[in-house]
């Protein structure tokens, strides 16, 4: 399976060097002796070896480059998974092992090599390949993805002079990306002195005019990015161009390329140039802080990226720079190399675009999110009582909200019109609830998964696994109470709005069409009630990205000051009134956005559905016990005899579970990923999580007694403060 080489080993006892006649199939093939000549292993080598020094043509001397470099990785197999296998074993480089024992024990054949390699250095440019590939692109998001994805279906266009599309046929996958990031030092230094041609003065090696030209080029393209509009009005002192770090480092990475192409000595400068790049990375760090206050963009998001990518790049290139024995250059150029491999499968990634170009945007938005969930848990009994009261008051309102909903479904509208009379129906009632501090259960997953995750990141150490824990018991009979006071009072509210109702009309709210209709679409067995359970769940997480991206959209175009600055609203209203609104539009947007994408989203996933004919729905567990209420006391006992009500309870239960728990889970699984949590901590927190619901399952569903309470609060929900600029 895994194709080892037989009997790989070379006998140099004798010392003997075969003689520099024949040609390089033969030298190979006398070099292993007659007896082990005849290896299929060894005669696939002769053969690349003797295709890679004949070929004529750049075209010619790629392909059977690449042919040669994938023999290395697994012999005469085709297949790439006994690369797979072999990253598991001591013996994957046994073919790299092979190769330089003949490119060492015969020298013509070396010399020969060192010829054909020297040609592709020659005919190519590597300039692109060390100052373009795997940064990010001046297209823009979503032109890059586009052009990413059409090259997924339609290959780029092949160029041979352009040594980075070699690297990107050479390494395509990440099996073979880990495979050159593990090779070893002693090998790697091996492979550099068996195939990198000797520089003479009438052959110089290209590469060393590339190497500086793509440093010149990465200097550059970090001044122009830290000088452009966009960020250097986010900096510290926007007018002051000739102070700006990102100018200087222009010049001081001149000095140093120009110094080690010459071949002087860069020891003094290198410091200086390595303060240099540390004031730039300064400067990053406080322009990412201002953007906590002011505001992020795609274009802003590009612009940082770009920065740190070529710093990082630059880095490695100055440690190659700097080097002052072989030994110390050869583990900085495999450094250097490693940095250009992962770069070269990353350029043609549309998920690693994807992430790395919109980390720092959901991040904010993660941010935004979390100051919101601090208000939906409880730290005490008071604040629990609290969260009772404001989740009984959003279950009183949700029980009209309910009715209206009937009554819209009573009146057989189109599917869109009644998708938007849901949905304005929905989002009026969201928003009474913020304007009244009401509670919904289901919109704090989102919110408190966020917080969650912030306070992840910010408490230091493993300690903060304990602290997470405790803060999740608080989540969970915080959302707990909240769901089950919305249940209740909803069930009751309703009941005893259609007795109301009844006395004034005559009739229930529903007829028996209706309610009939209503135990039919909430019963788990008889319906897609689990699936469009879990589907409210993600709706209800998405709601809050959207409320949390209308906020930094607001922020970052200054749609308070703006508002507080109005000049026709300040010679109407006056000044004072106007930075009132403004100061009430900050503190209130993000709310807006997700209370009405909240309803909308709900209201239209129906028509939506029906539109692309997919039966989607929604269940939402506050509005359809409102509903079972109004069903339940519209119809005769013997509804309830049939088992219809028992179903119906059922599924609001699974409801009740999917809501909170695919929201919830969706958001945190987000919020982790947007501060790059690692997986190990994430596991051992389950861990104790389960330790700690063994040892108090009440833990999890009432709040501690008033002398068990931490005095003052735990210090998990005090959210540590960045420096503000």
Request: aromatic letters at 8%; hydrophobic letters at 45%.
């Given at each position: 399976m895994t194709d080892q080489p037989e009997d790989v080993s070379v006998d140099f006892s004798q010392g003997n060097v075969p003689p520099a006649v024949g040609t390089v199939r033969d030298q190979v093939l006398a070099f292993f002796g007659p007896s082990r000549g005849d290896n299929a292993t060894r005669q696939a080598l002769a053969e690349a070896l003797q295709n890679f020094v004949d070929a004529s043509t750049l075209g010619d001397r790629l392909d059977t480059w690449l042919r040669l470099i994938h023999w290395t990785r697994v012999g005469t197999s085709p297949s790439l998974r006994v690369l797979q296998v072999r990253m598991r074993w001591r013996e994957a480089y046994l073919y790299w092992e092979l190769l330089l024992d003949v490119l060492e024990g015969v020298p013509d054949v070396r010399q020969r090599v060192q010829d054909a390699v020297w040609l592709i250095l020659q005919e190519t440019d590597a300039v692109n390949?060390?100052?373009e590939a795997g940064l990010p692109s001046e297209r823009g998001l979503l032109v890059e993805v586009a052009n990413r994805t059409l090259h997924k279906v339609l290959p780029a266009v092949r160029n041979d002079r352009d040594l980075t599309h070699l690297f990107q046929r050479q390494y395509r996958s990440t099996v073979e990306v880990k495979w050159f990031a593990q090779l070893p030092a002693r090998l790697f230094c091996r492979i550099l002195a068996a195939l990198t041609p000797p520089s003479t003065p009438d052959r110089p090696n290209p590469l060393g005019?590339?190497?500086?030209?793509?440093?010149?080029?990465?200097?550059?393209?970090?001044?122009?990015?830290?000088?452009s509009d966009k960020l250097r009005a986010r900096s510290r002192r926007p007018a002051a161009i000739m102070e700006s770090p990102f100018y200087r480092l222009a010049s001081v990475s001149e000095q140093l390329a120009g110094r080690w192409q010459s071949g002087e000595e860069v020891d003094s400068l290198e410091p200086v140039w390595a303060e240099a790049v540390a004031k730039c990375q300064n400067e990053i760090r406080w322009i990412r802080r201002r953007l906590e206050v002011a505001g992020v963009s795609l274009d802003i998001v590009y612009g940082l990226e770009v920065l740190t990518h070529c710093l990082k790049r630059m880095e490695t290139m100055a440690e190659v720079m700097a080097s002052r024995d072989e030994a110390s250059s050869a583990k900085s150029i495999q450094a250097f190399l490693i940095a250009l491999v992962e770069?070269?499968?990353?350029?043609?990634?549309v998920g690693h675009l994807l992430k790395t170009n919109t980390r720092l945007l959901h991040r904010k938005i993660v941010d935004r999110s979390g100051v919101t969930g601090e208000h939906y848990?409880?730290?005490?009994?008071?604040?629990?009582?609290?969260?009772?009261?404001?989740?009984?008051?959003?279950?009183?309102?949700t029980s009209f909200t309910a009715a209206i909903k009937m009554s819209i479904f009573t009146l057989g509208l189109a599917p869109f019109l009644a998708g938007l009379g849901y949905g304005v129906n929905y989002a009026v009632s969201f928003l009474l609830m913020q304007t009244f501090h009401l509670i919904l259960a289901t919109k704090q997953p989102a919110m408190t998964a966020a917080t969650l995750a912030t306070i992840m990141r910010e408490q230091p150490g493993t300690a903060r696994l304990d602290e997470v824990v405790a803060f999740i018991k608080r989540i969970s009979y915080s959302q707990i109470a909240a769901a089950v006071s919305n249940v209740l009072v909803v069930s009751a509210s309703a009941y005893l709005l259609d007795a109301c109702w009844r006395a004034v009309t005559g009739s229930p709210i529903l007829d028996l069409h209706t309610a009939e209709h209503v135990y039919e679409t909430l019963s788990p067995v008889n319906s897609g009630t689990v699936i469009f359970a879990a589907l409210t769940g993600a709706t209800l997480w998405l709601s809050s990205l959207v409320g949390g991206w209308i906020e930094n959209w607001a922020v970052y175009h200054n749609v308070p000051q703006s508002l507080a600055e109005h000049s026709w609203g300040v010679r109407v209203f006056g000044r004072e009134r106007m930075a009132l609104w403004g100061d009430r539009f900050s503190r209130n947007i993000a709310g807006w956005g997700t209370n009405v994408s909240l309803g909308m989203m709900l209201g239209m996933t129906p028509a939506v559905g029906m539109f692309f004919g997919f039966p989607l729905d929604v269940r939402h567990v506050t509005l359809s016990s409102g509903m079972l209420a109004l069903a339940s006391a519209s119809l005769q006992a013997e509804w309830y005899r049939d088992g219809w009500f028992l179903h119906a309870t059922a599924g609001v239960a699974v409801m009740f579970v999917l809501n909170l728990g695919v929201s919830f889970l969706l958001s945190l699984y987000t919020a982790l990923r947007a501060y790059d949590f690692p997986?190990?901590?994430?596991?051992?927190?389950?861990?104790?999580l389960l330790r700690e619901f063994v040892r108090d399952p009440l833990g999890f569903i009432l709040p501690p007694k008033e002398s068990e309470a931490p005095a003052g609060g735990s210090a998990i929900t005090e959210k540590v403060v960045e420096e503000q600029p």
């Amino acid at each position: 399976m895994t194709d080892q080489p037989e009997d790989v080993s070379v006998d140099f006892s004798q010392g003997n060097v075969p003689p520099a006649v024949g040609t390089v199939r033969d030298q190979v093939l006398a070099f292993f002796g007659p007896s082990r000549g005849d290896n299929a292993t060894r005669q696939a080598l002769a053969e690349a070896l003797q295709n890679f020094v004949d070929a004529s043509t750049l075209g010619d001397r790629l392909d059977t480059w690449l042919r040669l470099i994938h023999w290395t990785r697994v012999g005469t197999s085709p297949s790439l998974r006994v690369l797979q296998v072999r990253m598991r074993w001591r013996e994957a480089y046994l073919y790299w092992e092979l190769l330089l024992d003949v490119l060492e024990g015969v020298p013509d054949v070396r010399q020969r090599v060192q010829d054909a390699v020297w040609l592709i250095l020659q005919e190519t440019d590597a300039v692109n390949l060390l100052g373009e590939a795997g940064l990010p692109s001046e297209r823009g998001l979503l032109v890059e993805v586009a052009n990413r994805t059409l090259h997924k279906v339609l290959p780029a266009v092949r160029n041979d002079r352009d040594l980075t599309h070699l690297f990107q046929r050479q390494y395509r996958s990440t099996v073979e990306v880990k495979w050159f990031a593990q090779l070893p030092a002693r090998l790697f230094c091996r492979i550099l002195a068996a195939l990198t041609p000797p520089s003479t003065p009438d052959r110089p090696n290209p590469l060393g005019r590339a190497f500086t030209d793509g440093f010149r080029l990465l200097a550059i393209r970090v001044q122009a990015q830290g000088l452009s509009d966009k960020l250097r009005a986010r900096s510290r002192r926007p007018a002051a161009i000739m102070e700006s770090p990102f100018y200087r480092l222009a010049s001081v990475s001149e000095q140093l390329a120009g110094r080690w192409q010459s071949g002087e000595e860069v020891d003094s400068l290198e410091p200086v140039w390595a303060e240099a790049v540390a004031k730039c990375q300064n400067e990053i760090r406080w322009i990412r802080r201002r953007l906590e206050v002011a505001g992020v963009s795609l274009d802003i998001v590009y612009g940082l990226e770009v920065l740190t990518h070529c710093l990082k790049r630059m880095e490695t290139m100055a440690e190659v720079m700097a080097s002052r024995d072989e030994a110390s250059s050869a583990k900085s150029i495999q450094a250097f190399l490693i940095a250009l491999v992962e770069a070269s499968l990353q350029e043609s990634s549309v998920g690693h675009l994807l992430k790395t170009n919109t980390r720092l945007l959901h991040r904010k938005i993660v941010d935004r999110s979390g100051v919101t969930g601090e208000h939906y848990i409880a730290q005490d009994r008071r604040e629990y009582r609290q969260i009772w009261a404001a989740a009984a008051g959003g279950g009183v309102l949700t029980s009209f909200t309910a009715a209206i909903k009937m009554s819209i479904f009573t009146l057989g509208l189109a599917p869109f019109l009644a998708g938007l009379g849901y949905g304005v129906n929905y989002a009026v009632s969201f928003l009474l609830m913020q304007t009244f501090h009401l509670i919904l259960a289901t919109k704090q997953p989102a919110m408190t998964a966020a917080t969650l995750a912030t306070i992840m990141r910010e408490q230091p150490g493993t300690a903060r696994l304990d602290e997470v824990v405790a803060f999740i018991k608080r989540i969970s009979y915080s959302q707990i109470a909240a769901a089950v006071s919305n249940v209740l009072v909803v069930s009751a509210s309703a009941y005893l709005l259609d007795a109301c109702w009844r006395a004034v009309t005559g009739s229930p709210i529903l007829d028996l069409h209706t309610a009939e209709h209503v135990y039919e679409t909430l019963s788990p067995v008889n319906s897609g009630t689990v699936i469009f359970a879990a589907l409210t769940g993600a709706t209800l997480w998405l709601s809050s990205l959207v409320g949390g991206w209308i906020e930094n959209w607001a922020v970052y175009h200054n749609v308070p000051q703006s508002l507080a600055e109005h000049s026709w609203g300040v010679r109407v209203f006056g000044r004072e009134r106007m930075a009132l609104w403004g100061d009430r539009f900050s503190r209130n947007i993000a709310g807006w956005g997700t209370n009405v994408s909240l309803g909308m989203m709900l209201g239209m996933t129906p028509a939506v559905g029906m539109f692309f004919g997919f039966p989607l729905d929604v269940r939402h567990v506050t509005l359809s016990s409102g509903m079972l209420a109004l069903a339940s006391a519209s119809l005769q006992a013997e509804w309830y005899r049939d088992g219809w009500f028992l179903h119906a309870t059922a599924g609001v239960a699974v409801m009740f579970v999917l809501n909170l728990g695919v929201s919830f889970l969706l958001s945190l699984y987000t919020a982790l990923r947007a501060y790059d949590f690692p997986r190990r901590d994430v596991v051992e927190l389950l861990g104790r999580l389960l330790r700690e619901f063994v040892r108090d399952p009440l833990g999890f569903i009432l709040p501690p007694k008033e002398s068990e309470a931490p005095a003052g609060g735990s210090a998990i929900t005090e959210k540590v403060v960045e420096e503000q600029p």
